[in-house]
Each structure stands twice: as structure tokens, then as C-alpha cells.
């Protein structure tokens, strides 16, 4: 689960998003990691816990990420087509949180209906705990997925964001 090359990792800040300070991480393979708020020191920290290589900060390396979101902020793109790191999650994540990003812009879904996807309904709040620990939120949709009830539940980058998330995609009314 890590760049077998020892290839460094580049990350930067996207700061004056709709949903606050954004961290961005990127390796020659593809995103690996956005992050809500916190600090370079923290998250390089943790970029390097995730990929065993050296976190360097230097945010032109992540421009593309940041022109893509921004797009995405200013309603000017849907959907996002930047290669990610599916192979620095488990298996069972990177099946539940391919079945979320399939989750078209301005629609949503429940766990369970991400766990029937997968095969199993009893499955539910193992789909929560993939999104919960979802690495890159925004570019994989964890957002759009609710709980049974139609509510919000748990999001990495807090209900406000999430909320907004959905309000900015037209899918969701408070």
C-alpha cells in the first residue's frame, strides 16, 4: 500500500473554499489524500504515515487538484477526472467508496442502499466507517450518502460541510 519507488509526496493548502482550509496530496500515481483543515506539520505527517515516502510541501504540484475543486466550487464541473490512489485503502474500502463515487452530482444515497450495492444490507455501517475514513472527500462523493433515515450523519469534514456539499450540488434543502 505504498509507492514502492520511495517517490516523493506533494501537498499544499487550498485555503477560501466554501468548506474552509482544504490539504491536498498528491503522488505521481494519482490524489491521495484531501484533508479539512489543520496544519502542514500535521498532515504531511500523516500523508507520509499513509504512503511510507517524504511529504514535501510544494502547492504547485497540486494545482490540478486545486483547478479541478475550484471548478467544482464555482458549479463549472461535476465530476472530477484526476487518477486517485484506490490502492492506498483497504479492499473493502476501495469497494464501498467506488460504489460512492459512482453517486451522480446532485443525487444521493443511503448506506444502505451503498451495502445492498455491495451484496450485503447488513453492511451498513461498515459503509459508514469506509466513508468515515474516506481519504479524499469532495473527489469521492462520501457527502452524498445519508443515513436511512434521509438525515445527515457523521462526515470527516463536519455536517456544516457536508451540508453545504449538498447544497452546492442542488441535491439537498436544509
Not at 76 to 87: C, S
Not at 96 to 112: E, F, S
Not at 136 to 144: E, G, K, S, W
Request: hydrophobic content about 40%; proline content about 5%.
Amino acid at each position: 500500500m505504498n509507492d514502492s519507488d520511495n517517490t516523493a509526496v506533494w501537498f499544499g493548502e487550498m485555503a477560501h473554499t466554501p468548506v474552509g482550509l482544504l490539504w491536498l496530496a498528491h503522488s505521481p500515481m494519482g490524489v491521495v489524500s484531501i484533508r479539512f483543515g489543520g496544519d502542514a506539520g500535521s498532515f504531511g505527517t500523516e500523508i507520509e504515515a499513509l504512503t511510507s515516502n517524504t511529504a514535501v510541501y510544494d502547492p504547485a504540484q497540486v494545482e490540478p487538484i486545486r483547478q479541478q475543486l475550484q471548478a467544482y466550487f464555482n458549479r463549472e464541473r461535476t465530476t472530477f477526472d484526476l487518477p486517485l490512489r484506490w490502492d492506498l485503502m483497504t479492499a473493502f474500502q476501495q469497494e464501498a467508496l467506488q460504489h460512492v463515487n459512482a453517486i451522480p452530482y446532485g443525487q444521493v444515497r443511503t448506506y444502505g442502499d451503498i451495502a445492498a450495492a455491495l451484496g450485503d444490507v447488513g453492511k451498513s455501517r461498515a459503509v459508514g466507517r469506509a466513508n468515515a475514513t474516506n481519504p479524499i472527500p469532495i473527489i469521492v462523493p462520501c457527502h452524498r450518502v445519508l443515513g436511512r433515515d434521509g438525515k445527515l450523519h457523521g462526515y470527516g469534514g463536519g455536517l456544516e460541510n457536508k451540508a453545504r456539499l449538498l447544497k452546492l450540488e442542488g441535491s439537498w434543502l436544509l
